[in-house]
């Protein structure tokens, strides 16, 4: 059991790195992505976006926990909710109990206050996937989420929501379409061109505001340390 406890808070460590060690390269990187987002939107207000990827295992749950953080640290309200009702992991990361959450709000179990969880850092809420439902799509379009998401941004400066890929599902051109940017994550050597277009082409379609992309797990070359975020 202890060796599991150690491993479990090593891999906290690795993910959010931007809360543990706020000095290092890598949080600094972090810290550039929430400035050319705020640059990106200077000419209107952004107090909801989401963060997807192309494919899966690019670093998209990886990039939004840690610019939460980022955010939450500038002293900005938010309200990070994991929306990848498919592949959840915000629950692994923060170490939460995912038998209540978004999909729950969704159904009409439970309103938003009671699902929200604190996190060990200030101005940072959680709100986890919840169960996994059979429709994640439909409720992600429902009239519901609107309402849901117009109540949060009565709380908080900024929500950010982790969504499912672009390319495997439609949920993140739903989600899209009431946010207001979107920041695609893409990984090198992993994502190819054609895909990162399409993506954009597909959020294009639903009309949604792009604000930039995010390319992960570059090597910094001629330098004395080595960093995984750019943007």
């Known amino acids: 059991m202890r060796s599991r406890r150690k491993k479990l808070s090593n891999n906290k460590a690795r993910t959010l790195i ?3 060690n706020p000095r290092s390269p890598i949080s ?3 810290r550039t992505i929430r400035t050319n987002l705020q640059f990106a939107s200077v000419d209107q207000d952004l107090n909801s976006m989401m963060v997807t990827s192309a494919g899966p295992s690019e670093g998209k749950s990886l990039t939004t926990s840690n610019m939460a953080v980022t955010f939450a640290q500038q002293e900005k309200k938010v309200l990070l909710i994991d929306a ?3 592949k959840p ?3 692994y990361t923060f170490r939460l109990d995912n038998s209540i959450g978004l999909s729950s709000v969704l159904i009409g179990d439970y309103s938003l206050d009671q699902v929200v969880r604190r996190s060990d850092l200030d101005n940072l809420d ?3 996937s919840g169960p996994i439902p059979p429709n994640p799509s439909e409720l992600l379009g429902s009239k519901a989420m609107k309402n849901f998401l117009e109540i949060a941004k009565n709380y908080y400066d900024l929500v950010i929501f982790d969504t499912a890929p672009v390319l495997a599902v439609t949920d993140g051109q739903i989600l899209s ?3 207001d940017g979107v920041l695609l ?3 090198s050597k992993q994502t190819e061109i054609d895909a990162g277009k399409k993506a954009v082409e597909l959020l294009n379609q639903v009309q949604a505001n792009v604000l930039g992309a995010v390319l992960n797990d570059v090597e910094a070359k001629n330098s004395n340390y080595y960093y995984y975020y750019g943007s």
């Open 18 to 20: 931007a809360q543990i």
């Open 28 to 30: 600094e990187q972090y």
């Open 84 to 86: 990848d009702m498919r």
């Open 89 to 91: 992991t915000l629950h």
């Open 126 to 128: 959680l709100i986890p």
């Open 177 to 179: 379409s009431l946010c």
């Open 185 to 187: 994550v893409t990984r």
